[in-house]
């Protein structure tokens, strides 16, 4: 079975203040136990996760052994203060605030860096991201910090404008990606940047009631025609389904999201689909890993 490149054990899929206050408190190890079992259940033998600010990520990865899983994790996400990234992370005001929360990854012996570039997609119409993308100078900056500590980076980016920054700057994975274009993905082709699409995550809401459908599958439209494209100009892809996000169950996320894969390549053979995504995969394994 693939590994799941982006969770957030923190959230449970079903209520975000129910799963907060479950951490609130201190991390309650039952809950953190219970996903960590849904993965075994799948046969998921590897989590990244995408960071929390309540610790979680950091005892799951205590754990993890126990379940036969290698568990890699941020500890939490860096964001720029005012700007989208609270539920999962801390933020910092200045460039030398990010710095010093790279040093506090550090110190909690974090396995790589997760940063926060853009907002999120608005589920109320197509092509709406909830707020305006980070200014170029303060990706690339935010990057070139992280990767002085030595550690690589996974950016949360949505829109064109902060895919092509991150990935110009270095970014080692993309995470969401939505509203795209043909020069983000050359980029990352040529880059050897990996994209984790989480596709599901729009996928699931489909037919749930608290969108419009309509509007949910012209963006799940988008994501598919984008994964396409992707495909066939070489852009390095991984499984990751943001399980923990609204509907999107721990374990069963990246089986839906490999579903969604081989939907939308049915062209492609399931060996070749499988290969580039293992490929993908390892690349991840291989690069988000704790720094000397
Ligand atoms: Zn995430």
């Known amino acids: 079975m ?13 209520n975000y203040r129910g799963a907060v206050n479950d951490h609130k408190n201190g ?22 996760d995408g960071g929390d600010h ?13 379940y036969g899983i290698t568990y890699r994790t941020p500890v939490f ?11 999962v992370g801390k933020s910092a005001q200045t460039l030398q605030e990010v710095q010093m929360l790279v040093q506090e990854v ?10 926060m570039v853009s907002g999120i997609v608005e589920y109320s119409g197509f092509g709406i991201l909830s707020e305006e993308t980070l200014e170029k100078e303060w990706i690339s900056e ?14 949360h980016a949505n829109g064109a404008d902060a895919v092509f920054a991150a ?28 994209w984790v699409p989480t596709i599901v995550t729009t996928k699931n809401l489909i037919g749930c009631g608290r969108y419009d459908d309509d509007v949910l599958r012209q963006i799940y439209d988008m994501e598919c025609e984008n994964l396409s494209c992707a495909w066939e100009m070489g852009v390095p892809l991984a499984l990751g389904s943001d399980a923990g996000a609204y509907m999107v169950p721990h374990g069963r996320g990246i089986i839906r999201e490999y579903e969604i894969f081989s939907e939308v390549l049915s062209g492609v053979s ?3 689909l499988d290969r580039r995504l293992q490929a993908g995969e390892m690349q991840i394994r291989r690069v988000f890993a704790q720094p000397e």
Not at 29 to 41: D, K, N, P, S, T
Not at 106 to 115: H, M, N, Q, W
Request: hydrophobic share 40%.
């Open 270 to 272: 399931k060996d070749e």
């Open 106 to 115: 550090r110190r909690s012996r974090g396995d790589f860096v997760k940063i």
């Open 142 to 155: 935010m990057i070139r910090i992280a990767h002085e500590e030595g550690f690589a980076v996974m950016v």
């Open 2 to 14: 693939f590994g799941e490149c982006h969770a957030h054990l923190f959230m449970d899929g079903i």
């Open 27 to 48: 991390v309650n190890i039952a809950r953190v136990r219970e996903h960590l079992q849904a993965y075994r259940a799948c046969k998921i033998t590897y989590v990244r």
């Open 77 to 87: 996400a860096i964001h720029r203060e005012g700007h989208y990234g609270r539920i």
């Open 167 to 194: 990935v110009h700057a270095g970014a080692d994975s993309i995470e969401h990606g939505n509203y795209i274009d043909r020069e983000c993905m050359a980029a990352m082709a040529e880059n050897g940047c990996v």
């Open 54 to 66: 309540f610790g979680v990520s950091l005892r799951a990865r205590e754990l993890a052994g126990e």
